[in-house]
């Protein structure tokens, strides 16, 4: 069998029509001079009807072309994940990741505390001596209104003393004076140690803050009212002096 071979010295196989090498179309051939036997009487030859030069093949260009197409492709797809784009018309933004929430710590539970018990106070008891000394100074101004003048004295008690059969305490003290007030609206109650006019510093005393001008007045008052002779009389208020003429009993 008789080989060929192509312009380009590639060689050319019987079955083929073109050159695997270069890819030009075959050139037609001619039947060898020489008669062999059985070899087939010569065709006629064809015109050929291109140019004998050999024609390159175009799969180079296509596999370019196609890539240059793939390349293109990948860079409008990386143009568009990059930066929003219009795409028909309507603005594509790119989304936004969610902010991921900020862990809160548990608030500590505060351990369970046991209520207190429950406490009431006793109630204060004022007592009988306490009261006697709030009167007192509630009747202070009273008191120091009548200064200088006489005015019938009631009572003058310290706790010790017997009077009428009964040994007075600041509790009995307390409500005598009490009976007074309420049947004489002007009684006033004092305590000896706040006037030099007394011989003891320590008795709670019981007028009437009813002034006048002499002793006598004073005890005609006392008779008026009915009240026996050491029960009621004549007794002059002031912070100057003593006990010596401040005093008029009632006979």
């Known amino acids: 069998m008789v080989i060929e071979q192509c312009s380009c010295g590639a060689q050319l196989l019987p079955e083929l029509h073109f050159c695997v090498g270069c890819g030009a179309r075959r050139a037609p051939t001619t039947a060898p001079s020489w008669p062999a036997p059985g070899y087939p009487p010569p065709a006629t030859p064809r015109t050929p009807t291109r140019?004998?030069?050999?024609?390159?093949?175009?799969?180079?260009?296509?596999?370019?072309?196609?890539?240059?197409?793939?390349?293109?492709?990948?860079?409008?797809?990386?143009?568009?994940?990059?930066?929003?784009?219009l795409v028909m018309g309507t603005s594509v933004t790119r989304p936004i990741a969610a902010a991921a929430p900020t862990p809160v710590a548990p608030s500590p539970i505060?351990?369970?505390?046991?209520?207190?018990?429950?406490?009431?106070?006793?109630?204060?008891?004022?007592?009988?001596?306490?009261?006697?000394?709030?009167?007192?100074?509630?009747?202070?101004?009273?008191?120091?209104?009548?200064?200088?003048?006489?005015?019938?004295?009631?009572?003058?008690?310290?706790?010790?003393?017997?009077?009428?059969?009964?040994?007075y305490d600041a509790d009995t003290i307390l409500s005598h004076y009490q009976g007074l007030a309420a049947a004489y609206p002007g009684a006033a109650l004092l305590w000896s140690g706040d006037w030099p006019v007394f011989d003891h510093g320590d008795y709670w005393v019981v007028i009437v803050a009813q002034p006048f001008s002499t002793?006598?007045?004073?005890?005609?008052?006392?008779?008026?009212?009915?009240?026996?002779?050491?029960?009621?009389?004549?007794?002059?208020?002031?912070?100057?002096?003593?006990?010596?003429?401040t005093t008029v009993p009632r006979t």
């Open 110 to 167: 505060a351990p369970l505390t046991p209520a207190p018990a429950t406490f009431t106070p006793a109630p204060v008891t004022t007592s009988a001596t306490d009261l006697l000394a709030e009167q007192v100074d509630r009747d202070r101004a009273t008191v120091e209104s009548i200064t200088g003048q006489w005015v019938p004295q009631l009572s003058s008690k310290r706790p010790g003393t017997v009077a009428n059969g009964i040994t």
């Open 51 to 85: 140019s004998s030069t050999p024609a390159r093949s175009s799969t180079p260009w296509i596999v370019a072309s196609a890539s240059i197409v793939v390349v293109a492709v990948l860079a409008a797809v990386a143009v568009l994940t990059l930066r929003p784009a």
């Open 215 to 245: 002793a006598a007045q004073a005890n005609a008052w006392c008779d008026t009212q009915g009240f026996a002779a050491d029960d009621c009389l004549a007794k002059k208020l002031t912070h100057t002096g003593g006990p010596q003429g």
